[in-house]
């Protein structure tokens, strides 16, 4: 066998897990990471989708659940395509090295029978022997019983090297079929996630056909929602007056700067105020899901979430009101130095005015409407300037 050949065969053995497991194992584990997220946004839409139900007829709760099960299996989706294409890479890459190794499989058992061939011949005409002592000197000697050893040696090289060769061979087949497997599991499960997409869509087209037949009904509510909005508007702007009057008269005191400098640098690091949910109405103005034509602007955000779902304070600060806003049922506003946090919709409130509060401390109970929609309204102010609080809780898994 020779040397570069040799040399080819090793560095195919230690290359072959080399790049394909460090990078495609990371991409890999992304992307199953990606998978469990989504599915348990799925999950979580799709319990929550389950109480909105319960009626037996169309609401935005419903729509908003719907859309909400659409977005995340379309992410899953697309995750599950990227595995697919991700593994067909690999796949193709297994075959090269399968191919690979049986060409230099092959070469190397050539190699090996012309040496034992060669290596038989000499023993049925003991030209060993006299090879050896037809040497003209001792020298000449030691030279020739130093190439039969090295020979003989290389013989047994030969061999060891055909059994990593064929071991490594046979593990890459393995793995190769492995893979193609799986990249059939994740195709069977792709077609049944279209199935599912499909079947999703249909139904939100439906809903939406529902509601768009209660077109005077839906204008309505939003109307209601408008003068509710309006009021909690006012709650909170009075309260803010008030707020920076009592600060203006006490000359500001050094406890406000430092709560808001700690509040500010939490940045998109504020837990969710529920564990379970999701937005179903984002900050400021945008189209009214089914009303055309029709914005909606809203002041915080909307989260969705499930029946006596517990609504927790966000940071650490002082119960600035409780109140009760039509529309908007129990309300809770708690101050963090320059900023307020507000959660609306409690059916339920575990606080009171004045109350000192820390991260994570329950504020109250989520209300469940008529429609069986459970829905808080969080809003985040610096003083009287509205911010968007997605921009400030943090990414949820």
């Known amino acids: 066998m020779s040397g570069s050949s040799r040399l080819s065969i090793l560095l195919l053995l230690a290359l072959i897990f080399s790049v394909q497991v460090s990078f495609s194992q990371k991409s890999k584990s992304q992307l199953e990471k990606e998978k469990q997220e989504n599915l348990k946004r799925?999950?979580?839409?799709?319990?929550?989708?389950?109480?909105?139900?319960?009626?037996?007829?169309?609401?935005?709760?419903?729509?908003?659940?719907?859309?909400?099960?659409?977005?995340?299996?379309?992410?899953?989706?697309?995750?599950?395509?990227?595995?697919?294409n991700l593994l067909g890479s690999d796949i193709d890459e297994l075959n090269q090295v399968v191919k690979s190794l049986d060409a230099d499989l092959k070469a190397l058992k050539q190699e090996y029978a012309s040496m034992i061939y060669a290596a038989s011949k000499s023993r049925h005409g003991f030209d060993r022997i006299t090879f050896l002592f037809s040497a003209q000197t001792f020298s000449q000697f030691?030279?020739?019983?130093?190439?039969l050893s090295q020979y003989a040696e290389a013989r047994k090289t030969q061999a060891v090297q055909i059994k990593r060769v064929t071991e490594a061979l046979n593990g890459q087949k393995r793995e190769f079929e492995a893979?193609?497997?799986?990249?059939?599991?994740?195709?069977?499960?792709?077609?049944?996630?279209?199935?599912?997409?499909?079947?999703?869509?249909?139904?939100?087209?439906?809903?939406?056909?529902?509601?768009?037949?209660?077109?005077?009904?839906?204008?309505?509510?939003?109307?209601?929602?408008?003068?509710?909005?309006?009021?909690?508007?006012?709650?909170?702007?009075?309260?803010?007056?008030?707020?920076?009057?009592?600060?203006?008269?006490?000359?500001?005191?050094?406890?406000?700067?430092?709560?808001?400098?700690?509040?500010?640098?939490?940045?998109?690091k504020l837990p969710w105020p529920v564990s379970s949910g999701f937005v179903s109405s984002r900050f400021g103005r945008h189209p009214h899901p089914v009303l055309k034509g029709v914005e909606v602007d809203n002041q915080g955000i909307d989260i969705q979430t499930g029946q006596n779902e517990i609504v927790k304070s966000v940071f650490d600060g002082t119960v600035a009101t409780v109140a009760f806003v039509p529309g908007m049922n129990s309300v809770v506003i708690i101050k963090h130095g320059d900023y307020y946090t507000l959660y609306a919709r409690l059916k339920k409130v575990n606080v009171k005015k004045g109350q000192e509060v820390k991260i994570g401390d329950i504020v109250g109970e989520v209300f469940t409407d008529t429609d069986g929609i459970s829905e808080i309204q969080f809003q985040v102010w610096k003083n009287n300037q509205k911010l968007d609080p997605e921009k400030w809780l943090m990414t949820k898994k």
């Open 179 to 268: 893979k193609r497997t799986e990249q059939q599991k994740l195709l069977a499960s792709q077609v049944a996630e279209n199935k599912s997409l499909l079947a999703l869509k249909d139904k939100q087209s439906s809903v939406i056909k529902d509601l768009s037949s209660r077109e005077k009904q839906l204008k309505n509510e939003l109307a209601l929602r408008k003068q509710a909005i309006d009021k909690l508007d006012n709650l909170i702007a009075e309260l803010i007056k008030a707020e920076l009057e009592k600060e203006r008269a006490a000359k500001s005191p050094v406890t406000s700067p430092l709560i808001s400098s700690n509040f500010e640098g939490s940045k998109t």
């Open 142 to 147: 030691l030279r020739r019983l130093s190439y």
């Open 42 to 84: 799925i999950e979580e839409a799709h319990s929550i989708l389950q109480e909105t139900e319960t009626q037996k007829k169309s609401t935005l709760g419903q729509l908003s659940a719907i859309s909400r099960q659409i977005e995340a299996r379309e992410m899953l989706i697309g995750s599950i395509s990227e595995e697919v």
